[in-house]
């Protein structure tokens, strides 16, 4: 191999490396383990309830009220991005459903009454929304 020929292949791995990282970041996360450990996503329900989430939400699993302005929680489960902004994993929907403002400032969320354990509960329940 001569000296030109090697610098542009090395050079073109070189691009590919940036590009495969970008594609990667994009990937369908909606298959990585999303199990929380000592979660009880009934509690979870109990919690969505009480704190009145579904004024602001659609949420399978509460039949009144059927809020819109915070959208449908149904398929919440397939979901790949949490407010479009965030990977969808346990400890970061927990920190989400526990203080989004947090995260996300300018969110109309509003930080949430309940514990670490209770957002954890609610993230469980959450996980359980999968489209039919």
Same mark, same amino acid.
């Given at each position: 191999?001569?000296?030109?020929?090697?610098?542009?292949?090395?050079?073109?791995?070189?691009?590919?490396?940036?590009?495969?990282?970008?594609?990667?970041?994009?990937?369908?996360?909606?298959?990585?383990?999303?199990?929380?450990?000592?979660?009880?996503?009934?509690?979870?329900?109990?919690?969505?309830?009480?704190?009145?989430?579904?004024?602001?939400?659609?949420?399978?699993?509460?039949?009144?009220?059927?809020?819109?302005?915070?959208?449908?929680?149904?398929?919440?489960?397939?979901?790949? @991005?949490?407010?479009?902004?965030?990977?969808?994993?346990?400890?970061?929907?927990?920190?989400?459903?526990?203080?989004?403002?947090?995260?996300?400032?300018?969110t109309g969320m509003p930080a @949430?009454?309940?514990?670490?354990?209770?957002?954890?509960?609610?993230?469980?329940?959450?996980?359980?929304?999968e489209h039919d």
């Amino acid at each position: 191999m001569q000296t030109g020929e090697y610098l542009r292949t090395t050079s073109g791995l070189l691009l590919m490396v940036p590009i495969l990282v970008l594609l990667s970041a994009c990937a369908d996360k909606r298959q990585q383990p999303r199990d929380i450990t000592g979660a009880d996503a009934a509690a979870g329900l109990a919690v969505i309830e009480r704190l009145g989430c579904a004024a602001c939400h659609q949420i399978p699993g509460v039949d009144w009220p059927q809020g819109t302005v915070g959208g449908s929680l149904d398929g919440f489960a397939d979901r790949s @991005m949490i407010a479009g902004q965030f990977p969808n994993q346990p400890e970061t929907l927990a920190t989400w459903v526990r203080n989004a403002p947090s995260m996300s400032p300018k969110t109309g969320m509003p930080a @949430m009454p309940m514990t670490s354990a209770e957002a954890r509960d609610v993230a469980a329940y959450l996980y359980t929304l999968e489209h039919d």
